[in-house]
Nanobody
Framework: QVQLVESGGGLVQAGGSLRLSCAAS????????MGWFRQAPGKEREFVAA????????YYAESVKGRFTISRDNAKMTVYLQMNSLKPEDTAVYYC?????????????????WGQGTQVTVSS
């Protein structure tokens, strides 16, 4: 059983940056593919980014490609989401999630473990 705790959310102006962290405990972190998802009010949860076990492969939603960077530190059991050039439409609750397989990494239904989420608000 893996526990995930996100941090780093907050209020930022458009064009600004935030770095989200997700600390894992209770499992072998390097065994898991890690993903970031977000959910805005009244919308479905959507894929943001994913990273494979070693960190050698990363995947992004088109809407964040070139602005967001996912990374992981297996020794610290932490995954990060660096968010630059933030836009008001990036406003959402951001969740990290863990799963065993990389297949269909963009589908939230395939993830086994979830954090509680952290709010990101981008003002215009």
């Amino acid at each position: 059983q893996v526990q995930l705790v996100e941090s780093g959310g907050g209020l930022v102006q458009a064009g600004g940056s935030l770095r989200l962290s997700c600390a894992a405990s209770g499992g072998t972190f390097s065994n898991y593919v890690m993903g970031w998802f977000r959910q805005a009010p009244g919308k479905e949860r959507e894929f943001v980014a994913a990273i494979n076990w070693s960190g050698g492969s990363t995947y992004y939603a088109e809407s964040v490609k070139g602005r967001f960077t996912i990374s992981r530190d297996n020794a610290k059991m932490t995954v990060y989401l660096q968010m630059n050039s933030l836009k008001p439409e990036d406003t959402a609750v951001y969740y990290c999630a863990a799963r065993w397989s990389i297949r269909d990494y963009y589908r939230s239904q395939t993830y086994d473990y979830w954090g509680q989420g952290t709010q990101v608000t981008v003002s215009s």
